[in-house]
């Protein structure tokens, strides 16, 4: 079984920026699934914010599109998240989360999730 391991967050001034990390393991090919960045916020649900493909190939929503950037380092297991420049309505725990498919990322339905990263964004 997979087990992600987040960080990075941290409480920042609107328009800065922060790098979030996740380390996965308890799988040996990692660089075969695709990879995606979740958030939550209070009272709202889960959301796929970014992916990433085996083959390198990204996705994000439009409210981040522009100032966020996934990347991966399949050598570690790695994928990250470059936010910049931040708004208050980043405000949320980020997680990760894996599939082979790139496509069972949209539902963030996932048995297990990594305890995430707090991301406060004050404006």
């Known amino acids: 079984q997979v087990q992600f391991v987040e960080s990075g967050g941290g409480s920042v001034q609107s328009g800065g920026s922060l790098r979030l990390s996740c380390a996965a393991s308890?799988?040996?090919?990692?660089?075969?699934?695709?990879m995606g960045w979740y958030r939550q916020a209070p009272g709202k649900q889960r959301e796929l914010v970014a992916a990433i493909t085996s083959e390198g190939s990204t996705n994000y929503i439009d409210s981040v599109k522009g100032r966020f950037t996934i990347s991966r380092d399949n050598a570690r297991n790695t994928v990250h998240l470059e936010m910049n420049p931040l708004k208050s309505e980043d405000t949320a725990v980020y997680y990760c989360?894996?599939?082979?498919?790139?496509?069972?990322?949209?539902?963030?339905?996932?048995?297990?999730w990594g305890q995430g990263t707090q991301v406060t964004v004050s404006s």
């Open positions: 308890g799988v040996i090919f990692l660089r075969l699934y695709a």
């Open positions: 989360n894996a599939d082979r498919d790139p496509g069972r990322l949209r539902r963030p339905d996932f048995l297990s």
